[in-house]
């Protein structure tokens, strides 16, 4: 009967048994199963057969049970079942399988390939209770697959939602169930076949904007960096969005077979849901529920059903159970026609709006409007189908470097090639600087593992990847060199010996020179340039890489080639031709390479540049003129002193010191120097100031203008003008005297400790030549007031130049006695020495004078 309750089951084999149970004969043909009061008679005409009471569609059961003699099949979408009971066990089980097979083929038309659609009528099986549900657990072996998904996925990045809770540095999948959910499945292809030859075009004026600018972005806005970094730079035209989902950008073969393909015509994509244990056990077993929305977490958009193409966004929604394990959903998403919201404060009513615009889905461009993620929301739950559960952990900062450094102890290749990738990735993307410096030096520090592991990286297919990793060889690169701060501010690398472990990814790092991301490209240059000399078999892809179309990978390979040392010497041509790019950029990062090279060419095309059209070229052609030193550039000293008169100050800044770095060698350029002293920019004020000094006795005309730079209102100024008076040789009293009392009046009373401590430096310096000549006595009155000074190096220097004093005082009374002694020509060799051990009449004299002082 089509309604038995207890009663009804109660009374099977009892007298009272017919007033609920009733004889029908059965037959299982096809997709159908039919029922008859009588035994029907096939050979018969039909006009004769009797009509059947009962026929049952197949493809409609969603379950069939056994318990003793009773068959029990429960009609998907209906409250009641039927329920028939046979002559004996066997006969049941017997009816039962031959049903569930029919069925199986029945239903299977309806469902993906390979679905197990005898465990979906069978319930219990699989570890659900709902009817034409089947969970399987996948094995282990698919979990590194998965794994490549949720870190491809993974974005290191927080919003509200997580309640001030950490990011987990990684989320570690500890095993996947398929779900296969026929109800779910069936409602969800029919949803999916209604967009199916509609049209997902954009709106007219977005449609312009993709095919002309490639983006639905504005041509005003700039792009976001880090979300190209993930993904591809192709767009989602259909979609309206500048970057494609970040799931469909993984291209890998084992995850693909398990997922299976997707429908671009519906706009079908494989998107994220987290929640709690109970709620994926819910949702699989039946379906997602818009009645739920908001219970959870908040619902920016509207009540909807969220999702999310991060797993960090995911994993903010997610319960950690009493096993300290988390839970999401992978599922199949179809968008439709998506309405793309990019403010800040989404209107309250937009999801409304979006359903009366005749919208299927919302995407939520939280990236592009505060930097975030990108939400996808649905108001029809039949729009997704929830197709996997994912049971994972999440790693704190102290579990995630424990497994760097096991990784790097057992050597373990799989789970480096995993890892060690991820590790660079957030060492370049943590929001936090100094979690990004600690990750850094863990690399470093396990190198001889790190590095094959990420030269491997550098050919995985997916930019994100390949950016990053490039970015943490070049930074392990720049460890195995030290940047020294030259006097003039420019700066140098040396580099240390013996052939570091990072030489190793020279070759996949010339590889990426020639990659399709111009970031990849230059990050590779950049990679080199900090490997120096080890980076020598690369020379010839440097070369070619001149020839970039990117003018910002031109400029690293020339700055590249510039720290290769003599390797680079073939590279001169090519260098000499980029000295005449088009672009600024190239222009000056290639007289840095040739300043470095410094040949005789080099030198020509430096001086030549000198007077470029562009300042910032001409800036850096004087800086590496100054750089080859007065041995190689002694025929620029003209043309930079020319350049003194430039106007721009930072040309003038270059040239100055320039000259200095030339030293004596820029004699000739003394008289431009001198005005540069009075320069409106200070620091040019000062590096003409430091020029001079360098160029020491042959600056003696600049004497009374250097002095007169104590006067400056720049301190800086007139620290550079106390030191280099100390270095002029003066000999002529005059000028001599000038100095002295600038030193003295303005130097050393000074309000800043550093002018002070210069000049009483200078006056020391002075001291030790004997150049104080009369203005000897004035220094010792200056030094002995300076000794109250507030400055310890400013007193340190007073009392050093007073015992300074005394002792060539003494040296001077020894000598003169010496002198008397050598004029008289009298006594012996025991009256000198006790002559010496004595005392003279002078000594006497100064002695008498201080008593009658006293």
């Given at each position: 009967?089509?309604?038995?309750?207890?009663?009804?089951?109660?009374?099977?084999?009892?007298?009272?048994?017919?007033?609920?149970?009733?004889?029908?004969?059965?037959?299982?043909?096809?997709?159908?199963?039919?029922?008859?009061?009588?035994?029907?008679?096939?050979?018969?005409?039909?006009?004769?057969?009797?009509?059947?009471?009962?026929?049952?569609?197949?493809?409609?059961?969603?379950?069939?049970?056994?318990?003793?003699?009773?068959?029990?099949?429960?009609?998907?979408?209906?409250?009641?079942?039927?329920?028939?009971?046979?002559?004996?066990?066997?006969?049941?089980?017997?009816?039962?399988?031959?049903?569930?097979?029919?069925?199986?083929?029945?239903?299977?038309?309806?469902?993906?390939?390979?679905?197990?659609?005898?465990?979906?009528?069978?319930?219990?099986?699989?570890?659900?209770?709902?009817?034409?549900?089947?969970?399987?657990?996948?094995?282990?072996?698919?979990?590194?697959?998965?794994?490549?998904?949720?870190?491809?996925?993974?974005?290191?990045?927080?919003?509200?939602?997580?309640?001030?809770?950490?990011?987990?540095?990684?989320?570690?999948?500890?095993?996947?169930?398929?779900?296969?959910?026929?109800?779910?499945?069936?409602?969800?292809?029919?949803?999916?076949?209604?967009?199916?030859?509609?049209?997902?075009?954009?709106?007219?004026?977005?449609?312009?904007?993709?095919?002309?600018?490639?983006?639905?972005?504005?041509?005003?806005?700039?792009?976001?960096?880090?979300?190209?970094?993930?993904?591809?730079?192709?767009?989602?035209?259909?979609?309206?969005?500048?970057?494609?989902?970040?799931?469909?950008?993984?291209?890998?073969?084992?995850?693909?077979?398990?997922?299976?393909?997707?429908?671009?015509?519906?706009?079908?994509?494989?998107?994220?849901?987290?929640?709690?244990?109970?709620?994926?056990?819910?949702?699989?077993?039946?379906?997602?529920?818009?009645?739920?929305?908001?219970?959870?977490?908040?619902?920016?958009?509207?009540?909807?059903?969220?999702?999310?193409?991060?797993?960090?966004?995911?994993?903010?929604?997610?319960?950690?159970?009493?096993?300290?394990?988390?839970?999401?959903?992978?599922?199949?998403?179809?968008?439709?026609?998506?309405?793309?919201c990019k403010d800040k404060k989404p209107p309250p009513d937009i999801l409304s709006e979006c359903q009366k615009q005749g919208y299927d889905s919302l995407i939520g461009d939280r990236w592009a409007a505060v930097?975030?993620?990108?939400?996808?929301?649905?108001?029809?739950?039949?729009?997704?189908?929830?197709?996997?559960?994912?049971?994972?952990?999440?790693?704190?900062?102290?579990?995630?470097?424990?497994?760097?450094?096991?990784?790097?102890?057992?050597?373990?290749?799989?789970?480096?090639?995993?890892?060690?990738?991820?590790?660079?990735?957030?060492?370049?993307?943590?929001?936090?600087?100094?979690?990004?410096?600690?990750?850094?030096?863990?690399?470093?520090?396990?190198?001889?593992?790190?590095?094959?592991?990420?030269?491997?990286?550098?050919?995985?297919?997916?930019?994100?990847?390949?950016?990053?990793?490039?970015?943490?060889?070049?930074?392990?690169?720049?460890?195995?060199?030290?940047?020294?701060?030259?006097?003039?501010?420019?700066?140098?690398?040396?580099?240390?010996?013996?052939?570091?472990?990072?030489?190793?990814?020279?070759?996949?790092?010339?590889?990426?020179?020639?990659?399709?991301?111009?970031?990849?490209?230059?990050?590779?240059?950049?990679?080199?340039?900090?490997?120096?000399?080890?980076?020598?078999?690369?020379?010839?892809?440097?070369?070619?890489?001149?020839?970039?179309?990117?003018?910002?990978?031109?400029?690293?390979?020339?700055?590249?080639?510039?720290?290769?040392?003599?390797?680079?010497?073939?590279?001169?041509?090519?260098?000499?031709?980029?000295?005449?790019?088009?672009?600024?950029?190239?222009?000056?990062?290639?007289?840095?390479?040739?300043?470095?090279?410094?040949?005789?060419?080099?030198?020509?095309?430096?001086?030549?540049?000198?007077?470029?059209?562009?300042?910032?070229?001409?800036?850096?052609?004087?800086?590496?003129?100054?750089?080859?030193?007065?041995?190689?550039?002694?025929?620029?000293?003209?043309?930079?002193?020319?350049?003194?008169?430039?106007?721009?100050?930072?040309?003038?800044?270059?040239?100055?010191?320039?000259?200095?770095?030339?030293?004596?060698?820029?004699?000739?350029?003394?008289?431009?120097?001198?005005?540069?002293?009075?320069?409106?920019?200070?620091?040019?004020?000062?590096?003409?100031?430091?020029?001079?000094?360098?160029?020491?006795?042959?600056?003696?005309?600049?004497?009374?203008?250097?002095?007169?730079?104590?006067?400056?209102?720049?301190?800086?100024?007139?620290?550079?003008?106390?030191?280099?008076?100390?270095?002029?040789?003066?000999?002529?009293?005059?000028?001599?005297?000038?100095?002295?009392?600038?030193?003295?009046?303005?130097?050393?009373?000074?309000?800043?400790?550093?002018?002070?401590?210069?000049?009483?430096?200078?006056?020391?310096?002075?001291?030790?030549?004997?150049?104080?000549?009369?203005?000897?006595?004035?220094?010792?009155?200056?030094?002995?007031?300076?000794?109250?000074?507030?400055?310890?190096?400013?007193?340190?220097?007073?009392?050093?130049?007073?015992?300074?004093?005394?002792?060539?005082?003494?040296?001077?009374?020894?000598?003169?006695?010496?002198?008397?002694?050598?004029?008289?020509?009298?006594?012996?060799?025991?009256?000198?020495?006790?002559?010496?051990?004595?005392?003279?009449?002078?000594?006497?004299?100064?002695?008498?004078?201080?008593?009658?002082?006293?």
């Amino acid at each position: 009967r089509l309604k038995v309750g207890r009663l009804a089951r109660a009374s099977a084999g009892t007298p009272v048994a017919g007033l609920f149970w009733k004889k029908r004969y059965a037959q299982l043909k096809g997709p159908h199963l039919t029922c008859w009061a009588t035994v029907p008679d096939f050979r018969a005409p039909k006009s004769k057969q009797p009509k059947p009471v009962a026929v049952l569609l197949l493809s409609q059961l969603e379950e069939v049970s056994v318990e003793g003699r009773t068959v029990t099949l429960h009609v998907r979408g209906q409250a009641v079942s039927l329920q028939a009971r046979a002559d004996s066990e066997s006969s049941a089980s017997s009816w039962a399988a031959a049903v569930k097979t029919a069925a199986s083929v029945a239903i299977g038309r309806s469902l993906p390939p390979g679905w197990d659609v005898r465990a979906m009528l069978s319930s219990g099986q699989g570890g659900s209770t709902a009817k034409l549900v089947h969970k399987e657990k996948l094995p282990s072996s698919v979990n590194c697959a998965f794994q490549k998904l949720i870190d491809h996925c993974f974005v290191c990045k927080s919003t509200k939602d997580r309640r001030g809770q950490a990011v987990p540095f990684r989320l570690e999948v500890e095993d996947v169930v398929r779900v296969q959910n026929g109800a779910a499945w069936m409602d969800y292809a029919k949803a999916r076949s209604c967009f199916e030859g509609r049209s997902m075009m954009l709106e007219p004026w977005l449609q312009r904007q993709v095919s002309e600018t490639g983006s639905t972005e504005s041509t005003s806005s700039p792009t976001s960096p880090t979300f190209g970094a993930l993904s591809s730079t192709a767009s989602t035209p259909s979609l309206g969005l500048p970057y494609p989902i970040l799931t469909s950008t993984l291209r890998h073969q084992s995850l693909t077979e398990i997922l299976g393909e997707t429908e671009s015509q519906s706009n079908e994509y494989w998107l994220f849901h987290g929640t709690s244990a109970a709620g994926v056990q819910g949702i699989s077993d039946q379906e997602f529920r818009l009645d739920y929305a908001g219970t959870h977490r908040g619902t920016l958009y509207g009540k909807g059903i969220y999702f999310a193409e991060c797993t960090t966004k995911a994993d903010e929604y997610s319960h950690v159970d009493e096993d300290g394990y988390c839970w999401m959903l992978l599922c199949r998403v179809a968008l439709g026609k998506a309405m793309v919201c990019k403010d800040k404060k989404p209107p309250p009513d937009i999801l409304s709006e979006c359903q009366k615009q005749g919208y299927d889905s919302l995407i939520g461009d939280r990236w592009a409007a505060v930097g975030t993620f990108r939400e996808f929301i649905l108001f029809d739950s039949n729009q997704v189908y929830p197709a996997f559960v994912i049971r994972y952990k999440r790693w704190t900062e102290a579990a995630f470097c424990r497994s760097i450094r096991e990784t790097a102890e057992t050597r373990d290749a799989a789970a480096a090639a995993a890892l060690f990738p991820h590790a660079a990735i957030l060492a370049e993307e943590h929001p936090d600087s100094s979690v990004r410096y600690r990750l850094s030096l863990l690399l470093d520090a396990h190198a001889e593992a790190v590095v094959p592991a990420l030269s491997r990286a550098l050919s995985d297919p997916r930019r994100r990847v390949r950016l990053h990793v490039t970015k943490a060889l070049m930074n392990m690169a720049g460890q195995t060199s030290l940047v020294e701060a030259l006097p003039d501010g420019s700066t140098f690398r040396r580099h240390r010996e013996g052939k570091p472990i990072i030489a190793q990814a020279v070759g996949g790092l010339t590889t990426c020179l020639g990659d399709d991301d111009r970031f990849v490209r230059r990050a590779a240059a950049r990679a080199l340039e900090r490997l120096g000399e080890h980076a020598a078999p690369a020379v010839p892809a440097l070369i070619r890489s001149l020839k970039d179309l990117e003018v910002e990978v031109r400029a690293a390979v020339a700055t590249a080639l510039g720290q290769l040392g003599s390797a680079a010497s073939q590279a001169l041509p090519a260098l000499l031709e980029a000295a005449d790019d088009p672009e600024e950029l190239v222009r000056v990062a290639a007289m840095g390479a040739l300043g470095h090279l410094g040949t005789e060419e080099s030198v020509a095309m430096l001086i030549t540049h000198l007077s470029d059209a562009s300042a910032e070229v001409k800036s850096a052609a004087a800086a590496a003129l100054g750089m080859l030193g007065p041995g190689r550039a002694a025929s620029a000293v003209e043309p930079l002193a020319k350049t003194l008169r430039d106007s721009q100050a930072h040309v003038r800044l270059a040239s100055a010191r320039a000259l200095g770095q030339l030293g004596a060698k820029s004699a000739a350029a003394v008289p431009e120097l001198i005005p540069c002293l009075k320069d409106s920019d200070h620091a040019v004020r000062r590096a003409a100031a430091v020029a001079l000094g360098r160029i020491g006795t042959f600056a003696t005309p600049a004497a009374a203008a250097l002095a007169d730079c104590m006067r400056d209102e720049n301190s800086q100024v007139r620290e550079a003008a106390a030191t280099s008076m100390s270095r002029l040789g003066l000999t002529e009293k005059i000028a001599s005297t000038v100095v002295i009392q600038a030193l003295i009046k303005r130097g050393l009373t000074d309000f800043v400790a550093e002018v002070r401590q210069s000049a009483a430096e200078s006056l020391a310096d002075l001291s030790r030549l004997e150049q104080l000549g009369s203005q000897r006595d004035a220094v010792q009155h200056a030094m002995t007031v300076r000794l109250k000074d507030e400055s310890t190096k400013v007193r340190n220097t007073a009392s050093s130049v007073l015992k300074l004093f005394e002792i060539q005082r003494e040296a001077s009374l020894r000598q003169d006695r010496a002198e008397r002694r050598a004029n008289s020509g009298s006594g012996s060799e025991i009256e000198d020495e006790h002559d010496d051990d004595g005392l003279d009449l002078e000594d006497i004299a100064r002695i008498v004078r201080t008593m009658a002082g006293k």
